[in-house]
């Protein structure tokens, strides 16, 4: 299922929760810490998706 | 013993950050085995995120510790283990309904040429293997080149915008205390760590950069 536009825009408006998209940047820091960008893989980042989906309670968007 | 600390620019500060972007020039060499040679990236290259005021000595930009050439050059009379690396800044190619190299969509966030005090990023030119008592998870080890890919530092102190996870006692990243001896800025062979020596830490807290924490992540053993 596609996430709908509207809802879209609001996940990753800076207010959403405390912010969507500060703790994407988080996660990549993380991630970029761990292992150098060249080595990223599809996985790594769909893993980051899928847990902050579910930080967020979205998981039910299932997401793809 | 003594403790080992990772550089760390915080987000949300109140200082300007930007984004990191990659290309694939910016990895070194590739070995016959198809793995790059382990080094840090050719160079940085940036965008900047809304609200560029005021600038810290430290920029946060991802990973790699991004910082003023100036506050960097007089680090390094004090630290060593570290040369400037360079940064670059994407094109504001963004018009309206233009994606930018960056593949964002949105109006320019900062005009380039950017005219501000020169940065460069922390380019560690000591790099060191982990000790095996080191609480890694290790995603693959090439049987060509002996390159880890590791999938987790297990135990290291970690700062995020939920706040701060202190380091787990008798966890984290181990070092050989002879391969970090004094004032040295140094990265784990494999990973996109800035770390320094305690006494690394002191020196350059005695300059009191501004926009700049350390990490508690391992020990020099």
């Given amino acids: ?64 | 013993m003594s403790k080992i600390w990772a550089l760390h620019v915080p987000t949300q500060a109140g200082f300007a950050e930007a984004s990191s972007f990659y290309e694939s020039a910016m990895a070194g060499d590739k070995l016959p085995c198809g793995h790059p040679v382990d080094s840090p990236p050719r160079y940085q290259l940036l965008e900047w995120e809304p609200g560029g005021e005021p600038l810290g000595d430290f920029v946060a930009a991802g990973a790699w510790i991004v910082g003023q050439q100036q506050f960097l050059s007089r680090m390094s009379k004090l630290v060593h283990g570290y040369e400037l690396g360079e940064v670059r800044y994407i094109e504001p190619l963004r018009k309206k309904g233009m994606r930018s190299p960056g593949g964002r969509r949105g109006p320019p966030r900062f005009e380039l040429p950017y005219e501000g005090p020169p940065l460069a990023f922390i380019s560690p030119t000591c790099t060191i293997g982990l000790l095996p008592e080191s609480t890694v998870d290790v995603e693959s080890t090439c049987p060509v080149c002996g390159s880890i890919t590791y999938r987790a530092f297990r135990g290291i102190e970690k700062l995020s915008s939920r706040g701060r996870t202190p380091r787990t006692p008798n966890m984290g990243l181990f070092v050989r205390g002879q391969d970090v001896l004094g004032s040295t800025i140094f990265r784990p062979r494999f990973t996109g760590l800035t770390l320094c020596t305690d006494e690394a830490r002191q020196a350059i807290e005695s300059l009191k950069p501004t926009n700049l924490v350390f990490r508690d992540v391992g020990d020099a053993v």
């Fill in chain 1, 1 to 64: 299922m596609g996430v709908p536009r509207p809802l879209h825009k609001d996940i990753h408006k800076a207010e959403m929760n405390g912010g969507f998209n500060q703790r994407w940047k988080d996660e990549l820091l993380e991630l970029e810490e761990v292992k150098p960008k060249h080595l990223w893989t599809k996985e790594d980042v769909l893993g980051i998706r899928d847990k902050l989906t579910a930080e967020f309670g979205l998981s039910w968007l299932r997401p793809k």
